[in-house]
């Protein structure tokens, strides 16, 4: 633990659950001045990995006055975001959790670090200027709340739990040819706990998609995150991906799920259709810049000025 002038600052390999309930209002109370939301990803931060820090804190008193969170989904790419109660901003304080996370992000010899911030966040925007950063892409958040469009069954479709040992080579050629991930980047911690997290998508017995469901209790709610939603390209424009979703929906619902979610690149209008017509509606929007070294200050580009800028695709 290092001690500055006006805090003290904390890298974990896990956060407690008092930390993790402090983080919940730390985030009520920056949402509650900032609007949007901010993507911290709960149940990644209820599974971290004990051999590496991904949790940086900054304690005033005893207080938590400021949080930034290490994602890697993949080796080659990291996602960091994080936030600083409004009462201590404009001190210092997300930069010296910043530098402590690229610190340990040169550690772990990470090629791409991705800064994610909700689009209306100025702050964030002026932050990601300040640290050379480059707008890469965007994403809606959308959230399931009406029932989705009349749909005759497929039969010829299954969607099953995968199983660890079995099928995390096919989850990763699939996430490859679909996302350009390359092959053998499904992380090692997912892959190990596959069959709880990831789903196959069967035609007549032969894998042809996968997805990832996350669920998580919050404020007395079971909510569902849907990720890496992706079908091999041969097997892509069949409708496959409206016929899955809209049955993970009716099982999710089924289960008691009460809030279903899930993300698409603003540049993906063939997902962004298929998943109105299954009743999710757009929420918010990310925007994810790429921290650049060497750019000089204050040439991060913000989405609204860039007319022709297109995000990532994430195919169906």
Known sequence: ?????FGNLRASTALSRAELGALVELERTCTALDGGRLKLEYPALAERRADRESDFTWWVHGELVGFLGIYQWQPAEVEIA???????????????LFEAAMAELCRRAAPRVLLVMDRRSDAGHAFASHVDAVYEHSEHRMVQRRAPSALDPDRSLELRPALAGVDSGFISECLSAAFGIPCGDVMEDDAASVSKRHLVVERDGEPVGTLRVDCRKEGGKTMAGIYGFAVLPDHQGRGIGRCVLTELIARLRGEGVDEITLEVSVSNDAALKVYESCGFDRVGTD????????????QALHPTARASAGGGVRPL
């Open 1 to 5: 633990m290092t001690a500055s002038p």
């Open 82 to 96: 994080g936030m600083v109660h409004p009462r201590h901003r404009r001190l210092g304080v997300f930069s010296r």
């Open 287 to 298: 925007d994810y810049f790429m921290v650049q070294r060497g750019r000089p200050h204050g």
